[in-house]
DNA sequence: GGTAATTAAGACCTTTTTAGTCCTCTTTTC
DNA sequence: GAAAAGAGGACTAAAAAGGTCTTAATTACC
């Protein structure tokens, strides 16, 4: 139940190019220095976001990555997806049809939502956001009102 | 990011338990045919629920597991944590003050907020919830009406 | 008290995934 | 054409997942 340190890298290494701006070049080796992470290892990721469409890359000299669209446009959800493929909370939910028996159970049900809730957040939360003062990215990651804006939401279950 | 089979084997144990209702000793045996998991597997998962006190066991002839509390007073939440320990969408969040560098990074704020979102729901679902009828148990989860009440929720994102 | 039935505990195993590295191309600019 | 990037693929070590197996310790019942 956890995040790989690819897909984590991906975000990091993405929100690392939209602080630069849309359409300048960023080495890898630029962005491994100010975050923290192995070279080859990024370069890897990077040429899966470079399929994906999500980045864009320049060979040779002063070339490097730059964002394929503008940050505001690119969600944590599909650079996350572009690494770690759909996201599914089990198994079964990758593929249908794999229910032994369609009886009473309803645990799918359960992991069906709380997947929606992860994507929720994650798919309408942008590059653009992540790259925001803290303290404002808290205020509208918290405050609950998303791109559909519905107010404030209840808090009341920060014990659990 | 996906629970393992053993958490999932966990939640389908206990709620199998929950069916027999409390007190009823059931064999390890009975619970994996019914619920198609390893028989030996299944042994190591309920002893760990046993010393993290959710399920009660009693040795020899006519002997075999049974729920230590009213299953409406054990969440899947807790089961799942007793097994998987407790969950974190990101390894830095386990543990704190892993963070380089304090400066302006979000990236842990919203893996916090949306493991939040997954805590809450799973937190307030209840084995006995899960044993009720399936129509039941989807408008439970989806009205977005858990234990603090805030009426339905929005569902514009399905798409995302 | 003996025996059969049941879980407890821990050592052990195999396969898959994670988290990388390394080497050789190809492309691009100067 | 030399130097500086990324592209692509093969490879690897370590960890986690997903189990199995064997040897206890209990307990009910005859
Ligand atoms: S809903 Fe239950 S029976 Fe169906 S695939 Fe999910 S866990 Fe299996
Ligand atoms: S908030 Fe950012 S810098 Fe801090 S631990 Fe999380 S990823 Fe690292």
Redesign the interface.
Known sequence: ????RA??YA??GA?CLARRGLGKAVMIHEVCKEE?IPRSFLAKIFQALTKAGIVRSQRGIRGGFTLARPSAEIT??EVLEAI?GK?????RLQEPASC?DTH????C???T??Q??????????TLAD?????AE??KR??GGN?H?G?GP??R??QT?
């Open positions: 139940m956890q995040i790989t897909g984590e975000i990091m929100t923290h944590v959800l770690e996201l599914a909370f089990d198994r032994h009473a159970c309803t645990l049900d359960l992991f939502e709380a929606h809730r992860v994507r929720e957040i994650m798919g309408s939360t992540l790259t925001r003062p803290k990215v808290m990651i918290q998303l559909n519905n939401r209840a009341a279950l659990i």
